[in-house]
């Protein structure tokens, strides 16, 4: 009911964005990518492009705030987090749910611990503490000349357990705590 009710209310504001994206470089607005949710199950992710067409393709797969990757819409996006709207697609369709730990790239699940396993045991969220603690992932990320080795060794592992301490302790009451601070 609520991604719902946030797609109708939020159209007009995706439908600006996704025009915005396009006028850029008539490219398509919608970037979608294969994720793992809950029980290791594959599903399209879908948010707005905030890279050049095929960035995919060309360069790390984490990204720093000055990759040069990144167009000057995206740039807005990221900052705001309106990149993340389309997902509300994915809350509707069961995918995904508005909070809880965020769905990974299927070779990053590949080197989870055994406890990180635990993360799959709940549907994955558009948003969640680690959401909230790295909202500057880019900056983190920016001076470093390896950012998928910074990632990997600087922020996955303390996403993963903010998202375990999500998965033990998940309640309404954390949710609307979460959802909140996100806003904030």
Known sequence: IASGAGLV???????????AIWLHDRGTPVYS???C???D???TMYKFRTMVLNADRIGASSTGN?????????RFMRATKIDELPQLINVARGDMSLVGPR???G???ASYSDEERGLLAVRPGITDLASIVFADEGAVLADHPDPDLAYEQLIRPWKSRLGLVYAHNASVSLNLRIIALTLL
């Open 9 to 19: 209310l939020l159209a007009p504001l995706m439908g600006g964005v996704a025009l």
């Open 33 to 35: 990518a294969r994720r």
């Open 37 to 39: 949710g809950r029980g």
């Open 41 to 43: 199950s594959e599903f």
């Open 66 to 74: 000055r990759d040069p990757r990144i167009t000057t819409v995206g």
């Open 103 to 105: 769905p990974n790239i």
């Open 107 to 109: 070779w990053e699940v």
